[in-house]
Nanobody, 124 residues
């Protein structure tokens, strides 16, 4: 099992930057692919970004491509999401998720483990 705790959310003006991080506890963090999802009020949870176990492959939703960057540090059991050029429509609760399945669809919210989420609010 793995426990996930997000941090780094907050309030930022449009055009600004914010970095959210996720700390994992438990064993074998490097065996888990990691994803970031977000959920705005009244909307379904949506895929934002994902990273493979080694960090060699990254995946992004079209809406955040070229603005967001996902990274991981397997030595520190952390995964981060650097968010640049933020827009009001990026406002949501951001969740990190982990899954150890080899054939897992990174963009599908069927991850096995989830954090509690961190609020990101972008003001216009």
């Amino acid at each position: 099992q793995v426990q996930l705790v997000e941090s780094g959310g907050g309030l930022v003006q449009a055009g600004g930057s914010l970095r959210v991080s996720c700390a994992a506890s438990g064993r074998a963090f490097s065996r888990y692919s990691m994803g970031w999802f977000r959920q705005a009020p009244g909307k379904e949870r949506e895929f934002v970004a994902a990273i493979s176990t080694s960090g060699s492959s990254r995946y992004y939703a079209d809406s955040v491509k070229a603005r967001f960057f996902i990274s991981r540090d397997n030595a520190k059991n952390t995964v981060s999401l650097q968010m640049n050029s933020l827009k009001p429509e990026d406002t949501a609760v951001y969740y990190c998720a982990a899954d150890s399945r080899l054939d897992h669809d990174y963009s599908d919210p069927s991850y096995a483990y989830w954090g509690q989420g961190t609020q990101v609010t972008v003001s216009s």
